[in-house]
Every structure is written in C-alpha cells, then in structure tokens.
C-alpha cells in the first residue's frame, strides 16, 4: 500500500479500518476536555470497559457463595485457569497445555532458572542481552550467587557491535559458537524493551540447542504485540507479563510456556506448591508431591481470581477482534508510523533525532524508540503537555508503541506532526 502523508490519509485509513470499532472498549485516559493520544500500550495497555464488570462478577460470587465460589455461578473458580490457557496458547503458538497463568513476570524467571538452568562441570554459561530490562538483570545476578557462583564468570552477557544500537543476527549464532562447550542456557529478550529489536527466536533457538543448551526468552514485550510460534520453534520455556500488551491491569498476573516433553520429565527440577499439585488428588493433602502433568504443574499458590478477571476481560476482546485481524491492522498502523517518521526525519534539523529500532519490519514489533540527540527532554514535555503519551527512558530515548487495538492511523498522524512542530521550533 502507498500512503500519503495527509490528515485526509489518516481518516480514510480509520474509515477502512474492521477494528476501529474496537477502541470504544477501552477507555481512553482524558486530556484538556478531549482524549489523550495514549501510545504507551508497550508500558502498561489501557482498561478495557468490561474489567470492571468481570470482577464485579468475582466479587459478587464471593459474596454469594463464600468458599463454595470455587464450585458455584456462572464462572467456578476452580476451572477459571482453563478459560484462559486455550486464547493464550494462540497469542504465543503454544499449544494450551503448554502455558499456565501465575504470578508474575519477574518471580517466574525464577522459578524457571530453577528449571532449566543446571550448571554442572564445564557447562555453567548463560548468554543474555547486555542492558537487559533491570529486573532480569537482577534475577540473573541474585539467582546465580544463590548457586554459589559467580555472575561475572557465569554470566555472558553481549552487546551489540561499537557505534551500533542494535544486535546482528549473526553476533548472536556467534557468541553461542564460541561458548558451545560452556553454555547452559540462553536466556533473551523477544524484544528489546529499549530499542524494540525483534529476535529471530527460531534461529536462537535452533542454534543453543544445537549446541546443548537450553533456551528460554523473557516476551515481556512480545506477548500479544507480535506473532511468535513457541511450540514449533521448539522453545524450552518462555514468561511474559500481561500489563503492557495484553491490557490486564497494572501487575496483572504473569504466564509461561514450558514445552510439553518436559511436563512428565521427573529429572526437571521446581519449586513446588500445592496448586500445582495433580488435582484429581490434590485435596487428599497427602504427602509426596505430584505435579499436574501439564504446564500447570509448576504453579504453587491459589492464584488470585480478580487478577484472573481482568485477564479474562482483555483476553476476550482478543477473541472477539481475532488475533490474525489484530496482527494485520498493526502491520499496517506500524508501516503508517514508519512512512511518516521516515517523511519527518527529512524535514527537521540533521541530527536532532535518530531512529533506533530495525528498520526491517521483521524486526520489530508495533514499539519505536527515538533517540533525541538535541533537546530530548523538553521535546518530550511539550509531547506530554499535548497530552501524547509516550515514555522517557534515561539517558535520552523516546518509546511509544501504536497499538492495534485501541489506536488510531489519524493519532499517529497527529503524533509525528506535534514532534514535527516541535523539532523545527
Ligand atoms: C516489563 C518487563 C519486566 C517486568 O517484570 P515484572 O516482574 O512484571 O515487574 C521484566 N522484564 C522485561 C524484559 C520487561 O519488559
């Protein structure tokens, strides 16, 4: 599709939109008596109109039922977990029983490394992403000193080439190569939270285990944004939280992938609870655990059913709009951002902003990054005061992220000519 840079454009393009319907779901934060332009669904996704509800339903079953909830009404509690394994499968090409919603992203990646990161002898090695979101660098760093050893001789973490924001495809078979012997676990982001690179996770994959290792990502930012086939690219593990695009409420309950040939391997090691217990016996309160034979052996506590509902709520609208019709309208909107930004970067001072996410569409997902060499603060503030929302992320980079569902062509449009305006002032 050709576009054209004008306003008429942008309404022709929502006219045409099948999904535009689907913003009046969500409610869309106010600014100065009209809409904000929300880009930020990568940081936290907007409230669908029906979360609210959909708790209401939890709390009216609590206080109809009290314990006998996890049996009774509409919506057992019980059987809650399953209403949401089978759209959750889809989103990241899992098969259902390979995913279970718990916790929460953070804590998970624990209790995967517990999983599936067993240094012995020589093989201690775990590759990741130098600048990793902190909070997996955290987990790294603590999680292997709890093991008694030392994050600067076991952990590699690799950074993309000098003078280049970005990693090459080939720098990462590379390291893997060149660790073969040593390497345990390759543990990577799906995309990169600062610049929005999209990894070929089918190559990673292939290539750790080819040399023995195991390999999991964190799809943090790649859960519900992209599509991703974990199942058949062979991915070990995987975890995700879904507050940023999968819109279910600030610290809304975590999930994960685990390949199916492990769910009955008894030589896998966890951290167990007794929600993850098998459930044709788990009331017998006996001793000895038996997991669940499926990805739900690896949860531990009850889990909190609002959390749930509000996964519930956003997960239906998935449904209801169809994750293929999803990934075509942000393809579109995505190429729509891409054509402007790169009319921009034409008309404003050379050098004042750089584009630091792939310029390749395979590349990436619906999140830009826009590194701001002159006066990027302030040309965030006056985004800000025009109530565009987008983030700041130190030392001077700009994330937004047009979502599919609730963002339309003629906000980015508005978006690129607000930055337009201010970058030539
Ligand atoms: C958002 C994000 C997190 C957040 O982890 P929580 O435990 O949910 O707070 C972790 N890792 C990455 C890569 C993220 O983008």
Redesign the pocket.
Known sequence: MTFSNTITQALALDQADPLAHFRREFIIPPHDGGEQIYLLGNSLGLQPYRTKARLQEVLDSWGQYGVEGWFMGDQPWLKYHDTLTAPLAKVVGALPHEVVVMN????NLHLLMVSFYRPEAKRRKILCEAK??P??QYMFETHIRHLGLDPNEVLVELAPRAGEHTFRQEDILAAIEQHKDELALVLW?GIN?YTGQLFDMAAITKAAQAVGAKVGF?L??VAGNVVIQLHNCNVDFAAW?SY?YLNSGPGGI?GVYIHERYHNDASVHRFAGWWGYDKETRFRMEKGFVPVATAEGWNLSTPSMLLYAAHKAALDIVEEAGWEAIQQKRQQLNSWLWFLLEQLEATIPAGAMEIITPRTAESRGSQVSLLMHRDGRTCFDALTAAGIIVDWREPNVIRLAPVALYNTYEEVWRFVEVLRGILNK
């Open positions: 929460q992203l953070t804590v990793a979101f909070s997996d982001g939270y964190d943090a930012h939280c940023k975590g």
